[in-house]
């Protein structure tokens, strides 16, 4: 699944790409991608013009003109702008025509993906119980000290709970806990605050890294416009086979129903 830095190198590069073009028409040809009525859907963004580009976790977030569309891309959504000439595909299930003669199309393998109309003004900061973002000023030591200390459960399902913090997925929990050098499976109430400052400063730290990296290309996150992720060539545990560091044997286990990598020997 895309996370934080992969939605949002998709968020800047569209708006790099379609930012001020308008939809002439838009064609929605699997509706259950749609929350809501697919044919107010079409009508909606008719005449409707990209004017913003937003992320919010791992929601992407198109202002336009007297809207707001709303899309997460789940585990393998992705995004092309193409010509109307090019085929397309049986995954491509939303199609949106634009003022330039291009087409934005949505491709979804597993069609998970979601897409969602909200009023222009509406405020994300609350949006779905999201937790604050990473860079934001209150996600500090002392707030993941506060988070902790009332939850029985591993740190990595603490770095995964998007009520905790927005946007953190599989891969950036594993490379944040790597580099404050503690176990995936260590109960979260048992942190120091030194240890909950060293969680805050290297989510900021990896998550910035990555983002300047493109993000990460990893399986089912590959380049879809252009840009394709290298974030992968700097991660130190996930899916890694020898620590870079100590040249132990890096270690996987499943927590929550999801496979977490360590070291053994720097992470305690």
Same mark, same amino acid.
């Given at each position: 699944?895309?996370?934080?830095? +992969?939605?949002?190198?998709?968020?800047?590069?569209?708006?790099?790409?379609?930012?001020?073009?308008?939809? $002439?028409?838009?064609?929605?040809?699997? !509706?259950?991608? /749609?929350?809501?009525?697919?044919?107010?859907?079409?009508?909606?963004?008719?005449?409707?013009?990209?004017?913003?580009?937003?992320?919010?976790?791992?929601?992407? /977030? %198109?202002?336009?003109? @007297?809207? #707001?569309?709303?899309?997460? =891309?789940?585990?393998?959504?992705? %995004?092309?702008?193409?010509?109307?000439? +090019?085929?397309? $595909?049986?995954?491509?299930?939303?199609?949106?025509?634009?003022?330039?003669?291009?087409?934005?199309? @949505?491709?979804?393998?597993?069609?998970?993906?979601?897409?969602?109309? %909200?009023?222009?003004?509406?405020? %994300?900061?609350?949006?779905?119980?999201?937790?604050?973002?990473?860079?934001?000023?209150? @996600?500090?030591?002392? @707030?993941?000290?506060?988070?902790?200390?009332?939850?029985? $459960? !591993? =740190?990595?399902?603490?770095? =995964?709970?998007?009520?905790?913090?927005?946007? /953190?997925?599989? /891969?950036?929990?594993?490379?944040?806990?790597?580099?404050? &050098? =503690?176990?995936?499976?260590?109960?979260? &109430?048992?942190?120091?605050?030194?240890?909950?400052?060293?969680?805050?400063?290297? #989510?900021?730290?990896?998550?910035?890294?990555?983002?300047?990296?493109?993000?990460?290309?990893?399986?089912?996150?590959?380049?879809?416009?252009?840009? $394709?992720?290298l974030f992968q060539n700097d991660c130190m545990v996930h899916e890694q086979k020898i620590c870079r560091i100590c040249s132990s044997t890096i270690k996987m286990k499943r927590i929550g129903g999801r496979s977490s990598y360590y070291c053994p020997q720097c992470q305690k």
């Open positions: 699944m895309p996370e934080l830095p +992969e939605v949002e190198t998709v968020v800047r590069t569209l708006e790099r790409m379609i930012g001020g073009r308008t939809v $002439t028409g838009v064609t929605v040809r699997y !509706p259950k991608i /749609i929350e809501g009525d697919p044919a107010e859907f079409e009508q909606q963004l008719k005449n409707q013009t990209f004017r913003e580009f937003e992320r919010r976790g791992k929601y992407l /977030i %198109f202002r336009m003109t @007297y809207c #707001t569309l709303v899309c997460h =891309l789940r585990m393998e959504g992705k %995004f092309y702008v193409m010509d109307p000439s +090019e085929p397309l $595909t049986r995954h491509m299930h939303i199609v949106f025509d634009l003022d330039d003669g291009s087409q934005l199309r @949505y491709n979804d393998t597993r069609k998970f993906g979601r897409m969602e109309i %909200f009023p222009l003004d509406t405020d %994300f900061s609350r949006f779905r119980n999201l937790g604050p973002e990473p860079f934001d000023e209150t @996600y500090t030591g002392a @707030y993941v000290k506060a988070y902790a200390r009332s939850r029985n $459960t !591993p =740190l990595k399902t603490m770095l =995964l709970d998007q009520s905790f913090t927005a946007g /953190i997925g599989n /891969i950036y929990a594993d490379e944040i806990l790597f580099a404050s &050098h =503690l176990r995936p499976g260590r109960n979260c &109430h048992r942190i120091t605050n030194a240890d909950a400052a060293a969680i805050a400063d290297n #989510t900021r730290t990896i998550l910035r890294r990555a983002i300047l990296a493109g993000g990460t290309t990893i399986r089912s996150y590959t380049s879809s416009l252009g840009v $394709t992720g």
